[in-house]
């Protein structure tokens, strides 16, 4: 059998058929999760129900397999496990394990959730983990204090006769911020790129806070959710103040591009410190980085004494499993 792991536009466990997140339509491939720059019309995907539910028809594997959190199922001599990722509705890590080796493959990944939960991350051999955030100038504030404080925002503004609006990727986060803002008390109206979202993450089994879709006619009382790029209808608005809500908030030059009057970095990936925390939480002794700063993580990670590299575009890379 092959033992080893390979990045072919996604990381592939040749000997076992299976690609993770491949940028490319793969026969059999795992579908960490529903963001666009993960969902292609693979022949045969692996994923969870909620993940199936909140990929748009276009971009839909032709045929799946679904699994729930903690389900196993047999691949080839190997088997897969799934565990929630906390990034969004229905994301997944995925565990492999095989003649007693294992590997752990995070996609998109938040450790520290709401009300102090922590994502559970299982232990691995090999560990392949996204880096996003993988530069230690991004340590994120404690998540319920930062909803806090984006509430408590969102209230001075209202309280002047001010729109807040919150700048949230459409799909997750606008959702996620809105059940986090849910004991406030606010009702939202949503951007029309926010709406099919919103009504996706509803049908997918998570029932939302009341909202209306932003239709150009006034929206007094209402907190607004729009993506960070064009504000076409927010400028239509009247008087309004807006937040960038996300990791890229303590980026300085990052935030400044998006002219926001606030930033909170509220975010659904994992900071550095976190990162750090998913790798020691696994228990690997081998580390591949994917996505973001995966030169600098890897580095940062070798200093501390672990054995980790980039798996980068266009390079072949095989090792052991
Ligand atoms: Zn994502």
Redo the contacts with the bound molecule.
Sequence with gaps: MTREVVWDHGVSLPGHRIWLDPLVVRNFAFI????T??ARRHKEALLTPQTLALIPEARRPRGWRMLGYRETMRRGEGTVTLYSAG??LG?AQLHFEHEGASLLYT??IKLRQPGGVTTFVPKADVLIVESTYGRPHFRFGDPDSTVEAIARWCRRALDSRVTPVLLC?AL?KTEEIMLALAPYGFEFALEKRCAPCARDYALAGRSLPDWVELDGGPVTGRVVIAPPVGKDEIRRLGRYRTALVSGWAKDAEFARLFGADATFDLS??CDFDELMEVVERSGADQVYTVHGYTEDFARYLRKRGVRAWALELNEQLALAL
């Design positions: 960490s999760h529903a963001h720059d993960h990034h969004m994301s996609g998109d990727h997750g659904d990936h």
